[in-house]
């Protein structure tokens, strides 16, 4: 199973942006499949963004496509959330997650590690 450990949330005011990040131990990170949620107050857990265990591929929810950017560094074992021109209702707890195969996922059930959560507010 892989560990996962987020950074990088913050408060923003609209417009502006900010830089998740995904610290993964297991030395099997390069084969997974990762991604990113959110769950705002009240509301159910969303996707957001995946990437394939390679890297050659991604995909994005319509709400932050454009705006958003996932990548991986296998050699580190890290992958990002570029978040630019952020709005209010993209706050949200974001999460990270390692899917249980290597190709692109955005069920919630196809992630099998999910990270504990960093805040993002944006303020308007």
């Known amino acids: 199973q892989v560990q996962l450990v987020e950074s990088g949330g913050g408060l923003v005011q609209a417009g502006g942006s900010l830089r998740l990040s995904c610290a993964a131990s297991?030395?099997?990170?390069?084969?997974?499949?990762m991604g990113w949620f959110r769950q705002a107050p009240g509301k159910e857990r969303e996707f957001v963004a995946a990437?394939?265990?390679?890297?050659?591929?991604?995909t994005y929810a319509d709400s932050v496509k454009g705006r958003f950017t996932i990548s991986r560094d296998n050699a580190k074992n890290t992958v990002y959330l570029q978040m630019n021109s952020l709005k209010p209702e993209d706050t949200a707890v974001y999460y990270c997650?390692?899917?249980?195969?290597?190709?692109?996922?955005?069920?919630?059930?196809?992630?099998?590690?999910w990270g504990q959560g960093t805040q993002v507010s944006v303020s308007s």
């Open positions: 297991g030395r099997t990170f390069s084969w997974n499949g």
């Open positions: 997650a390692a899917a249980r195969g290597p190709t692109i996922a955005t069920f919630k059930d196809d992630f099998g590690s």
């Open positions: 990437i394939s265990g390679s890297g050659g591929s991604t």
